[in-house]
T-cell receptor, first 116, second 111 residues
């Protein structure tokens, strides 16, 4: 459980507004990830970062942006270009990046974003 | 991209029965095979995982079996209890560290 926090838990935004979701971890993990989950579906990868100041697009990066200025923080911005942003957003972290033999990811509690 | 499929999509069992969920993947480079449990509105939590050099792993009532040749792995839950009711996801991973999640299996354990 502990070690990864996301805020806020619930977020409401008007169409056309950008919004930033927070993700912080104190597990000293190198890699961090953002996923989107829609009702009744699996998790889809938005962005991931294996090291500070570097990140890569996942499968559904359009309309999203991230930064990784600190090891413990990986904020996600949902921009107005994301056409259907209402979803449950999950942040995760893992101990290492590429060339892993051990990839367990630990998840934060999630942020439920609703566009009004 | 990699294709991951889970079967069945829903599973209903009586308390005390066993449940088996199968995950098929396409990337032959996959080397890490976890199963996550997600209760309604909560975060996914790892319940068991296995690496490619092992064929089976057991933790109390939960086990995972891996068939790398056929590219599938399965979750086995014995003596099911109502608190096992949740959505279960497989998420095989290769050297990139990226987990590719299946669509999930909703398990209902009837008391």
């Amino acid at each position: 459980d502990g070690g990864i926090t996301q805020s806020p838990k619930y977020l409401f935004r008007k169409e056309g507004q950008n919004v930033t979701l927070s993700c912080e971890q104190n597990l000293n993990h190198d890699a961090m990830y953002w996923y989107r989950q829609d009702p009744g579906q699996g998790l889809r990868l938005i962005y991931y970062s294996q090291i500070v100041n570097d990140f890569q697009k996942g499968d559904i990066a359009e309309g999203y942006s991230v930064s990784r200025e600190k090891k413990e923080s990986f904020p996600l911005t949902v921009t107005s270009a994301q056409k259907n942003p209402t979803a449950f957003y999950l942040c995760a972290s893992s101990r290492r990046g590429t060339g892993l033999s051990y990839n367990e990811q630990f998840f934060g509690p999630g942020t439920r974003l609703t566009v009004l | 991209g990699e294709n991951v499929e889970q079967h069945p999509s829903t599973l209903s069992v009586q308390e005390g029965d066993s449940a088996v969920i199968k995950c098929t993947y396409s990337d032959s480079a996959s080397n890490y095979f976890p199963w996550y449990k997600q209760e309604l509105g909560k975060r996914p939590q790892l319940i068991i995982d296995i690496r490619s050099n092992v064929g089976e792993k057991k933790d109390q009532r939960i086990a995972v079996t891996l068939n790398k040749t056929a590219k599938h792995f399965s979750l086995h839950i014995t003596e099911t209890q109502p608190e096992d009711s949740a959505v279960y996801f497989c998420a095989p991973s290769g050297n990139t560290g990226k987990l590719i999640f299946g669509q999930g299996t909703t398990l209902q354990v009837k008391p």
